[in-house]
């Protein structure tokens, strides 16, 4: 009977279920909306590692527009080893993160590893946060953080820790000062672009920013006369 029983799970066994493991994985990688992955990763025991493993495969991850918070999106993250671009924006319904998030993100294998790292209008984020953050993010190239509260010290922070950022995003960050654009232009070399509209910032600060980068491009065109540098 015990025998018959165990023919009887084989016979009802869905086609996916026998799929290999890897394409398995691979199909749940295709899957856009978390909460379709919570349902998948209930199915069964199967089904939840390879969630995981899909999850372990992904190199950009956006939480841009979900309804998460900060346990929910760390969850995620701690299992995105390979993960390079993440986007945490807050849209009307969508991400809610706070400093606590941004603390246990940092503890995140993949953090060190980011290009890109989007925490654009996350109002409930301050300095204490984005340092902690920031100073594991050592590889960052490309850095959105327009539309928060975030004043120099993050800057400082940033100037210390992302020595490979190319272009950030400070749109409407008007608690930062010129002091705190200067430390970041004279330390991230490889900067290219700053994204400054809406900063309560002189047109001489962008002078000066120029003066020790002429190739910077402050952003969006237009905000600046033309200037010589020499």
């Known amino acids: 009977m015990k025998r018959k029983g165990v023919e009887e799970v084989d016979d009802q066994e869905t ?9 398995l994985a691979h ?29 372990a495969r992904r190199e950009s991850l956006s939480f841009s527009g979900w309804k998460v918070n900060d346990d929910s999106t760390t969850r995620l993250v701690l299992l995105a080893y390979r993960l390079k671009e ?43 946060g984005v340092v902690q953050l920031i100073s594991r993010a050592s590889s960052l190239q490309h850095l959105n953080i327009g539309g928060t509260f975030i ?3 993050s800057l400082f922070a940033i100037a210390g820790s992302c020595p490979q950022l190319k272009t950030i995003v400070l749109w409407g960050c008007r608690h930062v000062t010129e002091n705190g654009l200067l430390a ?25 920013l120029l003066t020790i980068s002429p190739a910077l491009q402050i952003q969006p065109k237009g905000m600046l006369p033309n200037i010589a540098v020499f």
Not at 15 to 22: G, K
Not at 30 to 38: I, N, P, R
Not at 87 to 105: F, K, P, V
Not at 184 to 208: H, P, Q, Y
């Open 15 to 23: 086609p996916i279920d026998r799929l290999p493991f890897d394409l």
């Open 27 to 55: 199909i749940f990688a295709l899957l856009t909306c978390f909460k379709d992955l919570a349902q998948t990763s209930a199915v069964s025991r199967k089904w939840r590692e390879g969630v995981k493993e899909s999850l």
């Open 86 to 128: 993440l986007d945490i924006s807050r849209s009307r319904w969508g991400c809610q993160i706070t400093d606590r998030g941004l603390y246990q993100l940092s503890t995140a294998r993949c953090i060190s590893n980011l290009s890109s790292l989007s925490l654009w209008g996350t109002t409930g984020i301050t300095d204490t």
């Open 151 to 153: 004043t120099d010290i």
């Open 184 to 208: 970041l232009v004279n330390e991230c070399r490889k900067l290219e672009s700053i994204n400054a509209w809406g900063m309560r910032v002189t047109v001489d600060c962008f002078i000066g």
